[in-house]
T-cell receptor, first 115, second 117 residues
Framework: ETGVTQTPRHLVMGMTNKKSLKCEQH?????MYWYKQSAKKPLELMFV???????ENNSVPSRFSPECPNSSHLFLHLHTLQPEDSALYLC??????????????FGQGTRLTVV | AQKVTQAQTEISVVEKEDVTLDCVYE???????LFWYKQPPSGELVFLIR??????QNEISGRYSWNFQKSTSSFNFTITASQVVDSAVYFC??????????????FGKGTKLTVNP
């Protein structure tokens, strides 16, 4: 139990669907992140939120839309995805977004398949 | 460039063997940190260790040990007397600060370790 919970664990969606991924942390962390893990590629940072404000968008297509309603919850809204968006989406949190010496805690991820 | 290279894509060993996972990094920073994470089949990344560039002492935690060598820009990870439960993908990571001022983990591609009974 890492303290970061992601739901759902698995999701299959069609290219015309709209779905949302949810992430929750109760570690008292101020920063939350979305990472994407595709087959045969390194983990890639997608978004960073600090105190509910989006501070980084790592050139992610607009079909991915994050939302952070409070410091404990982070969503990733998905619409009109492509099959190449199939991947494991990992949420993480850390104490502060600007500190390099504190580790990020990761959730178990949502395995997304776009058909 | 800020980069992490894990040249070993997959390693397979028999239980009780020792195994070393290699990590080579590139950074322009004079002060930096390095992490190792473990990703079991369940998916989450589990933090294993943090090392700062000031401290080149090797670290041991049970069956795990880490060898940090600044001269070769390497931060290798050894599992002694491996067990089936050690089977996972292991990632070496370099935290950096992005242009936007946020921490970002630069990961290697990972090494998949399979420990066979």
């Amino acid at each position: 139990e890492t303290g970061v919970t992601q739901t759902p664990r698995h999701l299959v969606m069609g290219m015309t669907n709209k779905k949302s991924l949810k992430c929750e942390q109760h570690l008292g962390h101020n920063a939350m992140y979305w990472y994407k893990q595709s087959a045969k590629k390194p983990l890639e940072l997608m978004f960073v939120y600090s105190l509910e404000e989006r501070v980084e968008n790592n050139s992610v297509p607009s079909r991915f839309s994050p939302e952070c309603p409070n410091s404990s919850h982070l969503f990733l809204h998905l619409h009109t995805l492509q099959p190449e968006d199939s991947a494991l989406y990992l949420c993480a949190s850390s104490l502060q977004r600007t500190r390099l010496n504190t580790e990020a805690f990761f959730g178990q991820g949502t395995r997304l398949t776009v058909v | 460039a800020q980069k992490v290279t894990q040249a070993q894509t997959e390693i397979s060993v028999v239980e009780k063997e020792d195994v070393t996972l290699d990590c080579v990094y590139e950074t322009r920073d004079t002060t930096y940190y390095l992490f190792w994470y473990k990703q079991p089949p369940s998916g989450e990344l589990v933090f294993l260790i943090r090392r700062n560039s000031f401290d080149e002492q090797n670290e041991i935690s049970g069956r795990y040990s880490w060898n940090f060598q600044k001269s070769t820009s390497s931060f290798n990870f050894t599992i002694t007397a491996s067990q089936v439960v050690d089977s996972a993908v292991y990632f070496c990571a370099l935290p950096i600060i992005t242009q936007g001022g946020s921490e970002k983990l630069v990961f290697g591609k990972g090494t998949k370790l399979t420990v066979n009974p």
